[in-house]
């Protein structure tokens, strides 16, 4: 008896897939697509809410070759709004880009404020995308996520550098 095919998987599932992988990790023992896998028992997660997560407000905001990670934090929140305010609401700015990077520096309650924002736009961006997962492909849509997809792991590989700096 032969294995079942699996189901194709929409466009949309497979970058939201690479999406969660860049802001969430690795699934705890499995094998990644980019990051360093997480280990069975959980460690070793180097996806963007866990590296965030490991850091203090104080290492957030030490400025490293010009830019801290809490300013990092804020810009990829702000990004992954706008990509909802883009796609779902029409809105096509203006969008305070330079703006986008403040605060630099944060509290601890400032910090947790950070944080809890990012994991907001990223579940509404989730859950807005999701609703097209068994449309078919849109062009922009499509290029939306690949763009946020994109600027995660940017913002991820420059916060993960200026660890080395904070650390």
């Known amino acids: 008896m032969s ?8 466009a949309v ?7 969660r992988e860049a802001v969430e990790g690795g699934h705890p023992g499995q094998g990644t697509a980019f990051l360093d ?6 460690s070793g997660n180097h996806g963007l809410l866990a590296t965030l997560d490991g850091l203090s ?14 300013a990092h934090a804020a810009h ?7 990509i909802i305010r883009w796609e779902r609401d029409g809105d096509r700015g203006p969008f305070d ?19 809890a924002r990012l994991r907001a736009a990223y579940d509404a961006l ?12 849109d062009g922009e849509l499509t290029g939306g996520l690949t763009g ?16 080395k700096g904070v650390q």
């Open 37 to 42: 896998g997480t280990k069975a028992d959980g």
């Open 126 to 137: 989730l859950t807005f995308a999701r609703t097209f997962e068994d449309r078919p492909a």
């Open 97 to 115: 880009w330079t703006g986008s990077f403040q605060p630099v520096q944060v509290d601890d309650a400032a910090w947790d404020a950070a944080r």
């Open 148 to 163: 946020a997809v994109a600027h995660v792991a940017y913002h991820l590989g420059a916060i993960r550098q200026l660890i």
């Open 57 to 70: 407000a104080a290492q957030a905001s030490q400025e490293v070759l010009g830019s801290t990670v809490a």
């Open 13 to 19: 599932s497979g970058i939201l897939d690479i999406l």
């Open 3 to 10: 294995e079942p095919t699996p189901t194709p998987q929409s």
């Open 76 to 82: 990829t929140a702000f990004h992954l709004e706008v």
